[in-house]
Nanobody, 120 residues
Framework: QVQLVESGGGLVQPGGSLRLSCAAS????????MGWYRQGPGKQRELVGA???????NYADSVKGRFTISRDNAKNTVYLQMNSLKPEDTAVYYC??????????????WGQGTQVTVSS
């Protein structure tokens, strides 16, 4: 069984910063692409950013220049550094990853989410 656990969410003022973390655990052989999604109240879930095993990244246009995704392969962890936060960034942020375990081939997994609220 693979588990993804997010942390680092909370309440922040407009213009402030937060760093989210997502740690994968289980009988993991390899982790390929990892990403962050978000879903605001009454909104569709959308891709925020993704990073491959080799470190290539892509971002939603709405967060380019403000958010940075990174990973520590030795710790099976992906991070999302969020700067210059805006009220429209308020959402539940979800971690996602393509993971190969010792028992099976590559499967896609989701974390339970962490709340980010940007408000004065």
């Amino acid at each position: 069984q693979v588990q993804l656990v997010e942390s680092g969410g909370g309440l922040v003022q407009p213009g402030g910063s937060l760093r989210l973390s997502c740690a994968a655990s289980g009988t993991i052989s390899s982790i390929y692409t990892m990403g962050w999604y978000r879903q605001g109240p009454g909104k569709q879930r959308e891709l925020v950013g993704a990073i491959t095993n080799s470190g290539s990244t892509n971002y939603a246009d709405s967060v380019k220049g403000r958010f940075t995704i990174s990973r520590d392969n030795a710790k099976n962890t992906v991070y999302l550094q969020m700067n210059s936060l805006k009220p429209e960034d308020t959402a539940v942020y979800y971690c996602n990853a393509d993971i190969k375990t010792v028992w099976a081939g590559v499967r896609n997994y989701w974390g339970q989410g962490t709340q980010v609220t940007v408000s004065s």
